[in-house]
């Protein structure tokens, strides 16, 4: 199975000080930064777009944006987000009509290429031809674009469905997760997670990511051991 990764998502973190915060959170051990992209049409809140991702690029030229394009038509934006640095564009399944020609096009301008499917949209619209080709895929666990959510657990086996069809990609988590809900995440096959308040909130940034990231490697080490002794193979309703 593919490595733990913790993208703490910086839209938790104190927008007036964007770098430092990017940078508080490498040093405490985070190797992808998740960035909401917001355009106020695809979701109803807006965010941040390319120029503020460009002034983060500059400020901290090590960092790996993982950018979440909550957005209407995001073929218009690739070419955008690859000037800015973006190191991964993930489109949301929902918002377009031509996943495997954006995964295209997303691979020609040297990005990663995820997709992600919001609560309501079942794991079947990710076809095999689909995750083949996308190096990442996303399970949203609450509704993209609204804050104050809490977790929706009924999104978790949607996570274990695609774990069990694509067992080398990555698959990530995003909305309400934290060190209580990471359990039931990583046990079901998420190894990218994606946490908010949870880290930037934290006394201890570093102790919370240092926990995320141990709780996936827990659940990898269980997931392996059950799948040696022939018992991975159990039906998801």
């Given at each position: 199975?593919?490595?733990?990764?913790?993208a703490?998502?910086v839209?938790?973190?104190d927008?007036?000080?964007l770098?430092a915060e990017?940078?508080r959170?490498i040093?405490n051990?985070?190797?992808?930064?998740?960035m909401?992209?917001?355009?106020?049409h695809?979701v109803?809140?807006?965010?941040m777009g390319?120029?503020?991702?460009t002034?983060?690029?500059?400020?901290v030229?090590?960092?790996?944006?993982?950018?979440h394009?909550?957005?209407?038509?995001?073929?218009?934006w690739?070419d955008d987000i690859?000037?800015a640095?973006?190191a991964?564009?993930c489109?949301?399944?929902?918002a377009?009509s031509?996943?495997i020609?954006l995964?295209?096009?997303?691979?020609?301008?040297?990005m990663?290429?995820?997709?992600?499917i919001?609560?309501?949209t079942?794991?079947t619209?990710?076809t095999d031809?689909i995750?083949?080709?996308a190096?990442?895929?996303?399970?949203?666990?609450v509704?993209p674009g609204?804050?104050?959510q809490?977790?929706?657990?009924r999104?978790?086996?949607?996570v274990a469905?695609l774990r069990?069809r694509f067992?080398d990609?990555?698959?990530?988590?995003d909305?309400?997760?934290g060190p209580?809900?990471?359990?039931?995440?990583?046990?079901a096959?998420?190894n990218?997670?994606?946490?908010g308040t949870?880290?930037?909130?934290?006394d201890?940034?570093?102790q919370?990511?240092?926990?995320l990231?141990?709780?996936?490697?827990?659940?990898?080490a269980?997931?392996?051991?059950?799948g040696?002794?022939?018992t991975?193979?159990?039906s998801?309703?």
């Amino acid at each position: 199975m593919p490595r733990a990764i913790i993208a703490p998502s910086v839209l938790a973190s104190d927008f007036g000080q964007l770098t430092a915060e990017c940078q508080r959170m490498i040093k405490n051990g985070a190797e992808w930064l998740h960035m909401d992209v917001m355009d106020g049409h695809f979701v109803p809140n807006i965010t941040m777009g390319a120029p503020i991702l460009t002034c983060v690029h500059k400020g901290v030229p090590e960092i790996f944006m993982d950018c979440h394009m909550m957005v209407s038509e995001p073929e218009k934006w690739v070419d955008d987000i690859a000037n800015a640095g973006g190191a991964l564009y993930c489109f949301h399944y929902e918002a377009t009509s031509d996943p495997i020609s954006l995964i295209h096009t997303i691979h020609q301008r040297g990005m990663r290429a995820g997709i992600a499917i919001s609560p309501d949209t079942p794991s079947t619209a990710i076809t095999d031809e689909i995750g083949n080709a996308a190096d990442m895929l996303l399970v949203m666990t609450v509704y993209p674009g609204l804050g104050g959510q809490k977790f929706l657990d009924r999104c978790v086996p949607k996570v274990a469905q695609l774990r069990a069809r694509f067992p080398d990609k990555d698959i990530e988590v995003d909305g309400g997760v934290g060190p209580k809900t990471i359990g039931v995440c990583a046990e079901a096959g998420s190894n990218v997670i994606v946490a908010g308040t949870a880290i930037f909130g934290a006394d201890n940034p570093e102790q919370v990511i240092s926990t995320l990231k141990s709780a996936v490697n827990t659940a990898q080490a269980k997931l392996t051991a059950s799948g040696a002794n022939g018992t991975s193979g159990k039906s998801i309703d």
